[in-house]
Every structure is written in C-alpha cells, then in structure tokens.
C-alpha cells in the first residue's frame, strides 16, 4: 500500500493582524479522500510536532468533517520530520495554509526528509501556500528542486486579491521564480495544478484534490 506524508504548518497567527491560522484543513481533507480512494495510506507530520494549528474548516463541508473525526488521534500528536524515515513514504504533500509561509521555507528538516523522499523516486507534492517548503528545498548535489521545472502556487495576485501583500513575509511566486522554476498559473482561484518529474503543485484551494490526483499519476 503507498503511503503519502501530508506535511502540515506548526505557525498559528497570521503575522501581526492578531488572526489566527495555520494548516488549511480542506487541502488536505480533500486530497486525501481522493487517495484513500486509491488504496493510499495516509500519514503527518508537522514543524514542531504535536497538534498544528487549523484553518479553513466550514460549516457543509462534509469532506473536512469526516476527516477530522477519522484522523483526529493522529492530528493530535503529530510527529516531526526528524524523527521519520524517508524510506516509509512515496510521496510528501505540503499542504497549504497562510501559516506555512512563518515557517515552511526554513523547515530544514522537514526539506532534507522531502529531498531524500524525492530521490528515492518519490513524488514531493504541495499546494496554494504549502510550495513555502519548496522555496529552500535543495537536493543531495545542491541543486534547486524546483529548478527548471513547472511550478504553481498562491500567486501575487490572489495573494494582493485576499489583502495580505504586506502581511505575509514575503511573496511565494517570486520566491519560486527567483529559484529557478518555471512559474505557470491560471485566473485568481481558479483549479489548476501541474506536474512536472514527480513535482506536482496546485495554485489555491480549489486545487487541491487534483493535485492529489496528479500525485496518483505521476507514481502509477
């Protein structure tokens, strides 16, 4: 059974604006329906371990709330990447939330556990703020992983489109770009998510599952 590590933010305030958020729930509830749809086993981890902090649960959405009551042992003890073998995952999805952009980019251990992931012939798979993880996330000789390869995530646009420019630490596109990837997107909120040698990223929520759909392919 192939196991995917769904790799959730630990940053729960949403910079000095005393909102709070963290890991955007539906990101990664929706995405792991459609694995468990295909025989996928499901795990997480997060920046400090223990129970990260949520965001973007709704009321009728009925996806997220069976997720939460069948995974909330394991949402509740979270462990970090340290303390996990690269060896027991085929792929790790970083899932989205504005808190990932706090901590994400320097989540050292948590890049080095996706790189060796990625060399084993993994797939590293993010979506909307989760490509954070990305921004620094180097391979064993040094290289860029996103280096050269189509890329999306939360653009410029959407991100002035919410309000929160000049809240968030910086700009996750042009991150990206200024690390060599090749930058695709679509209108603002609108599903779209590429797949580029076992890299898959989608732009926003909407996403989301197919990003999980593509990670599904890309390993088939």
């Known amino acids: 059974m192939p196991k995917v590590l769904f790799a959730l933010t ?3 305030q949403l910079g000095d604006t005393g ?3 963290g890991f955007y729930v539906p990101e990664v509830a929706h995405p792991a329906e459609v694995f468990t749809a295909h025989g996928w086993e499901i795990a997480f981890v997060s920046v ?5 902090p949520r965001d973007g649960v709704r009321d009728g959405d009925t996806v997220t709330e069976t997720f939460l009551k069948t995974y909330e042992q394991q949402l509740a003890q979270t462990p970090t990447a340290d ?7 085929d792929a790790i999805f970083y899932a989205g939330g504005h808190g990932t952009m706090w901590d994400f980019a320097d989540a050292a251990p948590l890049a080095s556990l996706a790189a060796a992931i990625y060399e ?3 797939a590293v798979a993010a979506v909307c703020h989760g490509p954070a993880g990305l921004v620094n996330l180097t391979l ?6 996103v280096e050269g390869k189509q890329v999306s995530a939360f653009t410029n646009e959407e991100e002035y489109a919410v309000g929160l420019s000049d809240v968030v630490p910086f700009a996750l596109e042009t991150a990206l770009i200024e690390k060599g990837a090749k930058f695709t997107k679509t209108e603002n909120f609108a599903e779209y ?3 580029d040698t076992r890299l898959v990223t ?3 929520p909407a996403s989301a599952a197919k990003v999980a759909a593509l990670t599904v392919s890309a390993l088939s």
Request: charged fraction near 15%; aromatic fraction near 4%.
């Open 83 to 89: 303390s996990l073998n690269p060896d027991d995952y």
């Open 120 to 122: 084993r012939g993994g």
């Open 48 to 52: 400090a371990g223990g129970q990260p």
């Open 19 to 21: 909102r709070n958020t």
């Open 140 to 145: 064993s000789d040094g290289t860029s992983l």
């Open 10 to 12: 630990s940053h729960g």
């Open 193 to 195: 998510a590429v797949s």
């Open 202 to 204: 989608g732009q926003n």
